[in-house]
């Protein structure tokens, strides 16, 4: 009796030891890759749950796993830099003078990774599938819709687009990776005849999922994905750009920041995603070959979405601009910054992000006396507490007919910085005497109140969008998108729907239909900034800085601030230039 | 009466030892003194006597986000990463990334994190204790009702339920963390109990008591019980260090109380701040060295009070 | 088949099913009250990455309509059930099309390869040492060491990960820090793999060991102490029985019962609560699977991942039940 539980036990003990190996199905070992020439990425996910699907019509498919990296190539890439939207697959995009009418030129010679032309019908087909989706599912399907009338093959590298409005922006907007990604081109021969919202796009048989990258996908599981170079990729044929260096990249789950500062102090990540100060000083005592955008302070990189608080405008007690005014007033964004950054990122004195292409409309603003300080006036601010009637008890807080002036911020309990900058403004704010607290919620949570205006104040960047031009921000404040609280509203979620606002949406919606770089814009964003700094339905806090480094042991050349020629987000879709560029490092 | 006595040579015996059982009673005067006991005792009521003196000595301001200088280390030690910092007597145990001042953090957090567990733990073990005795004592529909609540919440995942409460609430407080950790605390003590009633309920003592007429509650509460103090206390020190780590565990996932010190929260902010990577040992050792401390203090109780309930323990182990 | 009789059994089968059902709808209900839908959570997800999601508005429409989410509750409800008796839960909604038995397949080996194993090397270690704390013949010195060790009970699992990924991963190089196998390597059933996935499982497996196996120790020492005392113990003693028969068929055999109760108790909340340890590590296991679910509010994947654990821990508690009147004879149902 002993004995045989015994037996049964060790039985069971191997079984389980053996479980996972069985599942994995058995293929053929894929050929060695030297770490030298092999690149290793890091993706911003704690696991990609489904690794086999690569439908990104679909809004949760992940994409940044490699796929829109170095198989996936988009038209065109905006270099932020230089604020020209560079070619790729795309070789030139240009509107008629009404703006309605758009031709796009193809690069001629482009082959998909299993030997078929990339022609006009890809593109053809991509958006006529966009275009046919009734029930708006796909991702960018109600967007090709509100803009597109029809798409039509010209000849095999020409695709005229006629659009309903005019829209200076196309280009910009969803085929130059403006933010992230792009509408990527769908090979016509795989995907005509699947059903789009269920199709998964692999096979491993037939070589899916395909694109016109230097790169083919060789493996995926939820914690990694290996990509090796495609010797045929049409660049290198067609003297578009040489292949690029490295023969394999890697991308991996690294989960937690110790994780990417270990791994990285081991030679064993090159390219990790937004660590904070303290461990990139860390990494770069054990691995001195560890760079960041920038070699001194601050360090970061800008991210074109700034941080803001942004207020609820219809609900009590604030929704008296002047209180919201006051917050303003009492926010000390150089201590924020200090604090919850230690120093690593700007204060922002408008709603845009701080790049060179921003500047003219950054400077309308300031010279109109329209920008925020950048220090606080809390006197200032709390006279306009004091004249809303409200005065201090006994715990300094404000309080008016017995109640306290409470002010409730959510904010995304999934990254250290949002937490650590709106718990640091929550001092600040009870130091003046409003009862701040902030309420860490998941993402779920935190879209779903802020769709259904069911917050009071949040830590957010809903105004995020531009980069090059004023209106992508601007518009997220449109009374077009007022929807009363309760209901889901897309944008303008602060439910800004005053005198001012709609004064303010009717220059936003003049300014939209001027071509891009039309010199009467940056005086209208002056004019329409009036009424945000009257109303505060947002306050502008400080730039969304991102600490990206790169390990120069393998591989030099990674873009920096010295040498900027993309910008270093390894998680875009303008990646491909970082590939094309990296060099593999001479041992010393 | 503390000593188990179960029988499987009927209840003469049994009796003889009960008898023996009062006798030995009286003798508990001096068996309290137990070194173990004391010194557990001591630790914990430092613990808790520390947390108030220094809410009197010391300026738990400190404790909230940017009141103090960035990174310093504790007094004495000199850190080198990221430019020179030394240890200054104005922060003594030194400051971590966001401005907050390590010994504050404790004198608050330490007592926060026990009340966690002490409430948890409580909670609990008394809903488990009950409802354990009710279901095995009673048995028949009563222990039916209780065994499929008790099922039904042993089988459903805690995280998706404490998540749940959190994206509702949005901000969570000591007290609701407590009652939230014990909502998943009582199932497994009232299955455990509820077997071992079981198990005792067909003994010899016990059937004796029935015979001579003894009320239920004077059953389980003079005969049955005593005999499972030991797993008792050890399960309520189980629950209690577990409790305190549950918390830690929840706030580590982002599900904990944001003004409020505790010692899990210190452990979660150090966490998030490679603070092992960057040799700020103090951020995250000086919380996990107190975490440690209580619960050597709660294991000595725990040793000190079986010795105290089971004398022949102690004499094989001095 | 003494202490059980068919009453006892069917009563005892009806609680089964009875639990199964209302857990079932409890997990079903629960996600449902929290605010927002998976449909908001995936286009928050977007949105965190692109900055802002245009016609947001009716991706959300179009996808709830798709999923059936518009429907009224008892609609859903009702459909729900019938996914349960025909344990197919459909597709993920966070990740469709993937269908929720391939996230539960791909994680599920790894869960009950590594963390179960370490679960009952803890569940051994943890009762043997408890059981030798108590034990007359044991060194003193041992005695005394035990304690020490299971002041690792109090450290949070995934600072002890993390401290052990320091250490042996970073400092010493002897393991990997991350992951499940090796970087580039791919899976198959060959030798470098499986060596490499032993590799990688050593240190979560022992972090999940050194922080937990003191609470075993500590409820078996407690049941130890309740036998030692009991008549029978003096009676073996009195007859000379040797000191380790004594140990393993008098002491041991007696007090494990409750811990093997716990066990079962537990075993669910294995699967799904070592989800710290695998982030420590980014490992892909249930408990990642399980927690990004419900960040998600993946319905179908809360309900299939939760339902497998109710399913689990049931039938656990069931043939706990069931067998506990023949190991233990000292005690009988329905015999009032």
């Not at chain 2, 400190?62 to 080198?80: D, E, F």
């Not at chain 2, 565990?249 to 599900?255: A, M, P, R, S, Y």
Request: some cysteine; glycine content about 8%.
């Amino acid at each position: 009796m002993k004995s045989r539980f015994k037996r049964l036990g060790l039985g069971i003990m191997l079984t389980l030891m053996a479980l996972p190996l069985a599942v994995q199905v058995v293929s053929a070992q894929s050929a060695d890759v030297a770490r030298e020439d092999t690149v290793i990425f890091d993706i911003d996910a704690t696991s990609i749950a489904s690794p086999t699907n690569f439908n990104d019509l679909v809004p949760g498919t992940n994409k940044n796993q490699g796929a829109h990296q170095s198989m996936w190539e988009p038209l065109f890439i905006l270099n932020y830099g230089t604020g020209q939207i560079e070619p790729y697959l795309g070789t030139a995009f240009t509107p008629n003078d009404a703006q309605d009418v758009w031709t796009l030129k193809l690069h001629d010679g482009i082959k998909w990774s299993d030997g078929v032309a990339f022609t006009a019908d890809d593109v053809v087909f991509t958006i006529q599938l966009l275009l046919d989706d009734k029930t708006k599912t796909l991702n960018d399907a109600a967007n090709m819709q509100n803009w597109v009338k029809s798409v039509t093959k010209i000849d095999d590298l020409t695709v005229q687009f006629d659009l309903n409005k005019p829209n200076p922006r196309f280009q910009l907007d969803y085929f130059s990776v403006r933010i992230w990604g792009s509408v990527t081109i769908k090979p016509k021969h795989v995907w005509e005849g699947q059903d789009p919202t269920t199709f998964t796009f692999y096979d491993e048989a037939k070589g899916w999922p395909i694109g016109t990258g230097p790169y083919k996908l060789t493996s995926a599981s939820p914690e990694q994905f290996v990509w090796d170079e495609d010797p045929n990729w049409w660049g290198a044929a067609t003297g578009f750009h040489a292949l690029p260096e490295p023969k394999r990249l890697i991308w991996i789950v690294a989960g937690s920041e110790t994780n990417k500062a270990l791994l990285m102090s081991n030679h064993q990540l090159d390219s990790a995603m937004n660590i904070t100060l303290g461990t990139l000083q860390a990494v770069q005592a054990k691995n001195p070959n560890a760079v960041a955008w920038v070699k001194d302070a601050p360090y970061s990189f800008a991210d074109p979405c700034p941080r803001e608080l942004e207020f609820q405008t219809e609900m009590a007690p604030f929704s008296d601009p002047n209180l919201r005014k006051a917050v303003s007033l009492i926010i000390d964004r150089t201590q924020n910054i200090a604090i919850a950054y230690q120093g690593t990122t700007t204060p922002s004195t408008t709603m845009f992000v701080s790049y060179a292409g921003m500047n003219p409309f950054i400077n309308a603003i300031t010279d109109a006396g329209l920008a925020n300080d950048v220090v606080a006036h809390v006197e200032d601010g709390q006279k306009l507490i004091e004249a809303a009637g409200y005065a201090k008890n006994g715990s300094g807080i404000y309080e008016k007919d017995g109640a306290t002036l409470d002010l409730a911020i959510m904010v995304g309990n999934d990254t250290q910085e949002y937490i650590l900058s709106t718990n640091e403004l929550v001092e600040q704010l009870q130091q003046a005497g409003v009862n701040a607290s902030s309420q860490p919620v998941n993402g779920a949570t935190s879209q779903n109140a802020n769709q259904t205006g069911n917050f009071q104040a949040q830590w957010a960047w809903n105004t995020c969008g531009s980069v090059s031009e004023p209106w992508n921000s601007m518009n997220q404040l449109n009374v077009s998108y007022y929807k009363p609280a309760g209901e889901i509203a897309t944008a303008n979620t602060e439910r800004w729907n005053t005198d001012g606002a709609k004064a303010y949406s009717a220059i936003v919606d003049k300014m939209g239909s001027l071509p891009l770089g039309d010199p009467a814009i940056p005086a209208m964003v002056a004019e329409a900034y009036k009424y945000i700094a009257a109303e505060t339905p947002i306050i502008p806090l400080v730039q969304a800085e991102k600490i990206v480094p790169f390990d120069t042991t393998y591989w030099t050349n990674w873009p920096t601030s010295d040498n900027a020629y993309i910008v270093p987000t390894t998680w875009w879709q303008n990646t491909f230039f970082i590939l094309f560029n990296l060099k593999k490092a001479t041992p010393a | 009466m503390a000593t188990a006595q179960t029988t499987e040579n009927g209840p003469a015996s049994a009796a003889v030892h009960t008898a023996k059982q009062m006798g030995r009673f009286n003798r508990w005067d001096t068996p309290w003194l137990n070194t173990k006991l004391l010194l557990g005792i001591g630790i914990i009521a430092s613990i808790l006597l520390f947390g108030i003196l220094g809410n009197l000595f010391w300026d738990t301001k400190l404790a909230l986000t940017g009141k103090s200088p960035l990174n310093l280390p504790p007094v004495g030690i000199t850190t080198t990463l990221g430019g020179t910092l030394t240890g200054t007597w104005a922060h003594p145990l030194g400051t971590e990334s966001s401005g907050r001042d390590m010994l504050a953090l404790i004198i608050v957090g330490a007592p926060n994190s026990f009340l966690i567990g002490i409430i948890a733990a409580t909670v609990g073990m008394g809903l488990g204790i009950f409802l354990g005795f009710t279901s095995g004592f009673v048995g028949g529909r009563t222990d039916d009702i209780i065994r499929l609540l008790s099922d039904v919440a042993i089988t459903i995942p805690a995280l998706l339920v404490l998540i749940v409460i959190q994206s509702l609430l949005r901000q969570v407080e000591i007290a609701t963390i407590a009652l939230l950790i014990s909502l998943f605390a009582w199932p497994t003590p009232t299955r455990l109990i509820r077997a071992q009633v079981l198990t005792m309920r067909e003994s010899g003592y016990v059937q004796l008591a029935k015979l001579s007429g003894a009320s239920t509650f004077s059953i389980m509460f003079r005969e049955i019980m005593p005999n499972l103090i030991p797993y008792l206390f050890a399960s309520f020190i189980g629950n209690a260090t577990g409790a305190i780590l549950a918390a830690v565990g929840l706030e580590t996932l982002g599900l904990g109380p944001q003004r409020i010190p505790t010692l899990g929260g210190t452990i979660y902010f150090s966490i998030q701040g490679a603070a092992l990577l960057r040799n700020m040992w103090w951020w995250w050792g000086i919380p996990t060295l107190l975490l440690a401390v209580m619960f050597v203090g709660l294991l000595l109780i725990n040793l000190g009070f079986d010795e105290i309930a089971n004398p022949r323990l102690r004499q094989s182990s001095q | 088949m003494r202490g059980i009789t068919l009453n006892y059994f069917l009563r005892r089968l009806g609680i089964f099913f009875l639990t199964i059902w209302i857990a079932g709808t409890i997990i079903w209900l629960i996600p449902h009250l929290a605010p927002g839908d998976p449909i908001s959570a995936m286009v928050a997800r977007l949105a965190s990455r692109s900055g802002f999601v245009e016609n947001s508005a009716e991706i959300i429409e179009g996808w709830k309509e798709r999923f059936g989410l518009n429907d009224p509750l008892p609609v859903q409800y009702v459909r729900y059930l019938g996914n349960l008796v025909h344990l197919d839960f459909g597709y993920s909604m966070a990740n469709f099309p993937a269908p929720v038995s391939q996230l539960i397949g791909q994680a599920l080996p790894w869960t009950v390869g590594l963390l179960l194993l370490a679960t009952t090397i803890t569940f051994l270690l943890g009762n043997f040492l408890g059981a030798i704390m108590v034990w007359r013949r044991t060194p003193r010195l041992i005695k005394y060491i035990i304690p020490l060790g299971m002041i690792f009970t109090s450290l949070p699992s995934i600072l002890a990960a993390l401290f052990l990924a320091y250490v042996f991963a970073f400092l010493l190089n002897w393991f990997p820090l991350i992951g499940s196998y090796d970087m580039g390597m791919k899976p198959g059933f060959n030798g470098p793999f499986i060596l490499s996935v032993i590799q990688h499982g050593t240190l979560p497996a022992l972090s999940i060991i050194i922080v937990s196996f003191g609470y075993w120790t500590l409820g078996m020492r407690g049941m130890m102490i309740t036998v030692e005392g009991e008549d029978y113990m003096s009676l073996a003693r009195a007859k000379g029985l040797g000191p380790f028969y004594m140990l393993y068929r008098y002491m041991i055999r007696n007090a494990i019962l409750p811990q093997i109760t716990a066990f079962a108790i537990t075993l669910g909340t294995l699967i799904s609560g070592q989800v710290l340890v695998e982030y420590a590590f980014s490992y892909q296991g249930m408990g990642t699977v399980i927690y990004n679910a419900i960040l998600n509010q993946d319905y179908p994947v809360i309900e299939g991942t939760s339902f497998m654990l109710i399913l689990i821990t049931a039938l656990a508690v069931l043939v706990i039940d069931l067998i506990y009147p023949l190991i233990d004879p000292r005690i009988s149902y329905g015999a009032k």
